[in-house]
């Protein structure tokens, strides 16, 4: 018997587990950009040492800015995933 | 021939309606408690007000009993508690009672209040020095974080949307156009 296909395909069944690991990743950044802050204050502002620490904060800041863009990907999956399952998702099976 | 029910039981479309359904509100309250546990995260002591700030004779024109008048210092990352030290009139250099004044010390703003009245500083030019305290790149990050996350909740209207799409057109091909490859 064939089951649902978008079941079959897992589209759906992995937005879950998708919201996990980005929720998982986005704790594990912020923990992350935390220690490097309280690192960075360990120096003495103005020294090499607390501006390149400053700017692997910075940096690694910066991938707070493409969150947006991989819910978006994870969305899309899903969505173009689940039209294919009914559309063209049965043109390669015997 | 088959039945309209044999179709549809067959091709299991409308079975997994249910299921489909208990999935989007799994990820849902995933999706919602993981954005609570990052904002409890986003605003706590060390990331929130891990930096103090002063300033000193910020000066604000026509401050009244009318507007709410904003502190430079909000525009830091989460710029909170507030601490207004000394007021003085900018014009007369007299230092203004705390009488004639109200400070929203989460929001940083001032305003002339009326109860100690007595001096006529309403709609003066006013010098703030005040202390407070603020986040830094952590803080800018994790917010951000926070609504990049949160702007999934966007995308549920056309993940149903695909989902409904999904079943609909999948019930009409089970029944119209299923039979056509099988034996």
Do not use: C
């Amino acid at each position: 018997m064939q089951s649902l296909k978008m079941h079959k395909k897992g589209q759906l069944g992995g937005l879950a587990p998708a919201i996990l690991s980005l929720v998982f990743a986005a704790i594990v950044l912020v923990f992350g950009l935390v220690i490097s802050q309280e690192l960075r204050d360990t120096q003495t502002a103005g020294t090499d040492a607390y501006k390149a620490a400053n700017e692997t904060l910075v940096g690694l800041g910066s991938f707070s800015d493409f969150w947006t863009i991989i819910v978006l990907a994870v969305v899309i999956t899903v969505v173009i995933g689940l039209l294919l399952a009914v559309f063209g998702g049965g043109r390669g099976k015997r | 021939m088959k039945t309209l029910s044999e179709s549809l039981s067959k091709k299991g479309q409308l079975g997994g309606l249910g299921t489909g359904i208990i999935t989007l509100v799994i990820a849902a309250v995933f999706l919602i408690l993981g954005l609570i546990v990052l904002q409890e995260l986003r605003d706590t002591d060390v990331i929130r007000t891990s930096q103090s700030s002063s300033v000193i004779n910020e000066t604000h024109a026509t401050v009244n009993s009318l507007t709410k008048v904003v502190l430079g210092g909000t525009a830091s990352p989460g710029a909170n508690s507030f601490i207004v030290s000394l007021v003085i009139n900018s014009t007369n250099m007299a230092v203004i009672p705390a009488s004639n004044y109200t400070i929203d010390s989460t929001a940083g703003t001032i305003i002339y209040s009326s109860a100690g009245n007595t001096m006529g500083y309403n709609g003066s030019r006013w010098n703030v020095t005040y202390s407070y305290k603020h986040g830094d790149s952590a803080f800018s990050s994790a917010n951000t974080t926070l609504v990049g996350l949160g702007s999934f909740s966007d995308f549920w209207t056309i993940i149903v949307l695909a989902i409904v799409i999904s079943i609909v057109i999948g019930l009409l091909l089970a029944v119209f156009g299923g039979s056509r490859k099988q034996r």
